[in-house]
């Protein structure tokens, strides 16, 4: 019965930048680990980032690591995703995601974001 709403999606020129946010209700928000997935048209859905409960930790798919940064507020339910130096390849829907464990695969989240479109181009 948790439920995700995800924002900041949009249109944005290749080495810029963009924040996503995911909202969180119906459940106990700091004991989950938030994960962020995408998926380009044609392709599967990849890992994109992690972070624990408390937030001290986070976890990066190489493509992203350095570009990318994932942070929440728990007292706000909120999850983050800070995308810089984007490019094209970084097109695609992301998904937020709630599970009990720390892991980048998406089998272990047991509640799913309806996803926001990021397109990157000029």
């Known amino acids: 019965q948790v439920h995700l709403v995800e924002s900041g999606g949009g249109l944005v020129q290749p080495g810029g930048s963009l924040r996503l946010s995911c909202a969180a209700s119906?459940?106990?928000?700091?004991?989950?680990?938030m994960g962020w997935f995408r998926q380009a048209p044609g392709n599967a859905r990849e890992f994109v980032a992690v972070i624990i409960p408390s937030g001290v930790t986070t976890q990066y798919a190489d493509s992203v690591k350095g570009r990318f940064a994932v942070s929440r507020d728990n007292a706000k339910n909120t999850v983050y995703l800070q995308m810089s130096r984007l490019k094209p390849e970084d097109t695609a829907v992301y998904y937020c995601?709630?599970?009990?464990?720390?892991?980048?695969?998406?089998?272990?989240?047991?509640?799913w974001g309806q996803g926001t479109q990021v397109t990157v181009s000029s």
């Open positions: 995601a709630a599970g009990g464990a720390y892991s980048p695969y998406e089998t272990l989240y047991d509640y």
């Open positions: 119906g459940g106990t928000f700091s004991s989950y680990a």
